[in-house]
């Protein structure tokens, strides 16, 4: 059975302090030596005139990496605090007390952050320094961690609002530029938001490339960063900006199909002006510049995506020219209005644009799609919604696009709407999808012929397509055979 130590009272240990205790033949038999080695942390009985050490806990060799013999005799400077050898708190300049954090200098040289307390006392008449620290290590990294933003590894907001107050309190030149990016609510909304993940880790690897070593780059927002110059000017300010629009251009260079976009705006600091007031006016012309150019940034998203679809294989077959087409003669013949006829014209090219955040291996699959995976198919139509709605060239044509997968009797996607709920626009561009569709190769089939097709068709019709547009567009195919691109 372990024999449990039996722990003094106050009065008794004060006592033993005060009589009995002599640092330099403690040892772990003895109550004292018992009490400093329960201790979890590192204790030194230093010699207030020498500053020797006389006694060492083994938390205290754990930390500093050398036994307590070789510990024993060293003067205390030789592992804490270095740099205020001469300047001891305590002997040195007169505190009752020393407690902050300081630096320890273990068997190797490392540097290792502790919290130290001293106190001095009495022991037999001789003056000692009871030194006690903690290795804050761990503590220190989780400390470092909490200022980075975990996507980016750029500060985050916390830790830029501490940097803020630390500005305000001096009257140096500080630079601040605001950047913001471009359509990211639209990417998340058609990609998902780990495609919109990588555009901001894109955005924060060229903006820290566009910084010095001195400067303060943080991510403060989903979308949003800021950094600060110290020292900073005009001069420097448009170099740095000039810096991170040729970093982006050079990117979109490389990624045509995934292009980024930057907002920025900067203030100049040149005096004791406030900070946050020269925050804000940089923020303010950044989203100016946001305003100036919002449309044309999503024109470019948008020219972007379609570059994306093109990429397709079934894309660069002609497939939504030939869907157009096939449309707008259809639309013609029963007679709709020019602008209806134009929306066909668009319908026809964009109908599709929402498989641009469907994944290959599920488009391009050979074999038949799991139920799951139908879902995720099915999703481009939504995709589709949402990527029309954000872009005002395409805007009003985005309820066709949500719709151009319903069937006529109430069986299709994503609504289960049915016969004329359905807008027309939609029911002729359903018509030609499909017969392009038949007619052309296929991942997981080769083109049927364009009477196979109409066969098809007319086999649908009633049920998946309009009947009264169905009969129309099969006589009109038969009887000019335009925009076949296989054998009849």
Not at 69 to 79: A, L, R, V
Not at 350 to 376: A, M, N, Q, Y
Request: one cysteine or more.
């Amino acid at each position: 059975m372990t024999k449990l130590m039996q722990l003094p009272t106050e009065q008794e240990f004060q006592f033993s302090l005060k009589t009995d205790f002599n640092p330099a033949t403690v040892n772990s038999g003895c109550l004292e030596g018992n009490l400093l080695e329960a201790i979890g942390f590192g204790i030194l009985v230093v010699n207030s005139q020498t500053h020797c050490i006389s006694y060492a806990n083994d938390a205290a060799t754990k930390i500093i990496g050398h036994g307590r013999e070789q510990i024993i005799g060293k003067i205390c400077h030789d592992y804490v605090c270095p740099a205020e050898r001469g300047k001891c708190p305590i002997t040195d300049l007169g505190q009752n007390v020393d407690n902050a954090e300081r630096i320890l200098i273990d068997s190797s040289g490392k540097r290792i952050p502790v919290i130290k307390t001293v106190v001095p006392i009495l022991l037999n008449g001789v003056e000692y320094l009871i030194e006690s620290f903690i290795d804050i290590t761990e503590r220190r990294k989780f400390e470092e961690l909490l200022k980075y933003d975990c996507l980016t590894q750029l500060y985050n907001r916390t830790y830029f609002e501490q940097e803020i107050i630390h500005l305000s309190m001096s009257i140096q030149p500080v630079g601040v530029i605001v950047c913001d990016i471009d359509g990211l609510k639209f990417i998340n909304d058609t990609f998902g938001h780990i495609k919109g993940d990588e555009l901001i880790n894109q955005a924060a690897a060229i903006i820290k490339m566009s910084c010095r070593e001195i400067d303060f780059a943080a991510r403060i927002g989903g979308d949003e960063f800021v950094i600060l110059l110290p020292d900073g000017s005009q001069a420097l300010m448009e170099e740095t900006c000039a810096n991170i629009h040729k970093s982006l251009a050079e990117y979109n260079l490389k990624n045509p199909c995934n292009n980024l976009s930057l907002s920025v705006g900067y203030s100049l600091r040149t005096g004791d002006q406030n900070i946050n007031e020269i925050f804000q006016e940089a923020d303010n012309k950044m989203y100016r510049q946001k305003l100036h150019h919002g449309q044309s940034a999503r024109s470019a998203i948008l020219g972007t995506l379609l570059k994306a679809l093109q990429a397709r294989d079934y894309i660069t077959e002609g497939h939504t020219e030939r869907v157009g087409k096939l449309g707008v003669d259809l639309a013609t013949i029963v007679g709709l209005s020019e602008c209806q006829i134009s929306d066909i014209w668009l319908l026809g090219k964009f109908h599709d644009i929402g498989k641009v955040g469907i994944p290959d291996h599920i488009l391009f699959k050979e074999g038949p799609l799991t139920e799951s995976e139908r879902t995720v198919m099915q999703s481009h139509c939504e995709i589709g919604y949402r990527i029309a709605r954000s872009a005002n060239d395409i805007s009003h044509i985005a309820d066709f696009i949500l719709k151009h997968h319903e069937w006529w009797n109430g069986k299709g996607y994503p609504l289960g709407i049915k016969r004329e709920a359905i807008p027309i626009e939609s029911r002729i561009v359903a018509i030609a999808d499909a017969y392009d569709a038949i007619t052309s190769n296929r991942v997981y089939r080769n083109a049927l012929s364009s009477k196979e097709a109409l066969d098809i068709l007319k086999a649908f019709s009633g049920k998946q397509f309009d009947p009264w547009l169905t009969a129309i567009f099969i006589d009109m195919v038969n009887s000019k055979k335009l925009y076949c691109n296989c054998q009849v």
